[in-house]
Every structure is written in C-alpha cells, then in structure tokens.
C-alpha cells in the first residue's frame, strides 16, 4: 500500500472538515479565502530565520520584505510596516532571554516518519530545534504570530497540543529520544488601529514575545504516543478517501462529509461554505464542468 503524506496542518483540517480536507488535498482546490494572515506569518518566519542564521536585522527585513511583495498580500503596505517592527521587537525582547537558556541547533528542520509505513508518512518542518544550555537536550519550538485571543486559546490547551506531540514523537523516531521540551513561540499581532502606533507597539511592548513550554514528562509521552496512534486510525480513513476519489473522480465527494458547525471560525468563513450550502458544491462544479 502506498502511505498517505501528511502535514499537522492536514490533521487539523481533516478533524475541523473531512471534506474540505479532500477538496484540497485530493482535488488540489483553493479555497479562495483570505490568505493576509497566512502571508504574514509566512513573513515573519522568513525574517525570523534569516536573522538567527545572520544576526542582521537588515537582511531579515529584506528577507520578510520580499516574502510579502512575492506573495501580494490585501494589505500589503501595513505588512511592510508591522513585520519589520515585529521583528525588531522579537529581536529585543526574546531572542536575549531564549539565548541565554537554549542554544540555536537548527531552523525549519524537516521531518518525516512513518508511525505506520503502509498509511501514513507524517512530514513538515520543526520552526526552532534548540539545545537546553543546563542538561544538553534537544527542544523543539514551533512559531506563531497570532492574535492575543488565539495565544490564550493555544495556552488554556498547551498540554493537549496535537501540534507539540507530533513533534516529540518526530524526536523520538528520528533521533531515539524524547525532547526535553517542547513549546510554542508567540509574537502577537499588535491590537491598535492607528498603524503607526500598531509598529510603535510591536517593536517597544515585551509582552508581545512570549514562551510557552511543555516538558515532555512520562504523561506527555503517553499523550504525545496516544496522539501518533490516532493518527494512524485517522490516516486510514484519508486513504479509503484517497482510492475512493481516484476511482470515481470528484463526485466520491458527495460520500465525504461537511462539518457544518466549523463552516465560520476565528470571525471568517471557510471558502467552500456557500457552494456546500448550497445545491452545488465545489466538487459537483467539477462534475458538471467534465
């Protein structure tokens, strides 16, 4: 059997939506939803890394700059005004206090293991691996640039993180041990309306960078193993969904369900929601257009 590749992203979108995963993973369609967050984040993560490899905010302004035009996000002008601050005060404000506890090991550093080689291949990349300066042990950090609402969203669940257990079962596999740590990494979007002001936050407020960590003892572990497992189950179904599109083609998807309770989430619809709700819905429209 040949497994299926998937990312912690697709885990998540598969439990918000088995279809909208399909449509995208199986079908390959966009889902023509706003992407300005998903492009800042992108940017932010390339004026990140390009500033701890080095050690010049000049290039990881550059690097965060050309991200956003590449990319041509709706409000790009504000990106070109608030990643760079953001940088500037993640710089000041985090980067000192990280470094003097973790030693930098590695950036966007890929993974892929096989919980089960026949299913399921499970792959991305780990933002941050770092070493604990006090014991010598592996930690991996993942980033996120986040509004305060969803940090504390994140922080209330940190000990049942899906996101964190990959990755320490991604350690475990690759390297033969746990990580002493795992954590999230927030530098918050500043919250005022004024753009200027919004910069003025974001490269002077310390409160904007935090570090949130989860020790990986025995219960997270066994959190982190329960989470693979499941993973395995879920990636079966992914599968049965995989054959079932390749040998009927998109209409399949009419067997695939909608979850209609996750159709508007953090104050946004999902692109495919009005054609679901409606009489014709994205795969039907490939149907008929065949």
Not at 7 to 15: I, L, N, P, Y
Not at 158 to 171: I, V
Request: glycine share 6%; proline share 5%; hydrophobic share 40%.
């Amino acid at each position: 059997m040949n497994p299926i590749e998937v990312s912690d992203s697709q885990f998540k979108s598969f439990t918000d939506c088995e279809r909208k995963w399909a449509y995208t993973k199986l079908l390959g369609l966009d889902a023509e939803e706003d992407k300005d967050n998903m492009i800042f984040g992108n940017a932010w993560h390339d004026g990140a890394e390009e500033f701890v490899k080095t050690g010049s905010m000049e290039k990881a302004h550059a690097a965060a700059i050309a991200s956003i035009i590449k990319d041509k996000p709706g409000n790009i002008e504000y990106q070109k005004l608030i990643v760079p601050a953001m940088l500037i005060g993640w710089a000041t404000h985090w980067i000192p206090g990280f470094c003097r506890d973790y030693e930098f090991v590695a950036l966007e550093e890929w993974f892929s293991v096989e919980p089960n080689p026949e299913i399921v291949r499970v792959r991305g990349y780990k933002d941050v691996v770092a070493r604990k300066r006090n014991t010598g042990k592996r930690c991996v950090f993942d980033y996120k640039t986040s509004s305060d609402a969803y940090m504390r969203d994140l922080i209330a669940t940190l000990k049942s993180n899906n996101q964190l257990a990959r990755y320490a079962t991604a350690e475990r596999r690759v390297t033969g041990e746990w990580p002493e740590e795992v954590g999230l990494v927030f530098a918050c979007k500043p919250k005022a309306k004024d753009p200027m002001v919004a910069a003025e936050n974001a490269r002077c407020d310390p409160g904007m960078y935090r570090t949130i960590i989860q020790q990986v003892t025995p219960e997270f572990a066994s959190f982190a193993l329960a989470v693979e497992a499941n993973d395995v189950l879920v990636a079966q179904r992914m599968l049965a969904y995989r054959d079932m599109v390749r040998q009927h083609g998109p209409i399949a998807l009419d067997y695939i369900p909608a979850n209609f309770n996750n159709c508007f989430q953090y104050g946004k619809f999902c692109g495919f929601s009005q054609g679901c709700h409606s009489a014709c819905p994205a795969h039907k429209k490939l149907v008929r257009a065949s």
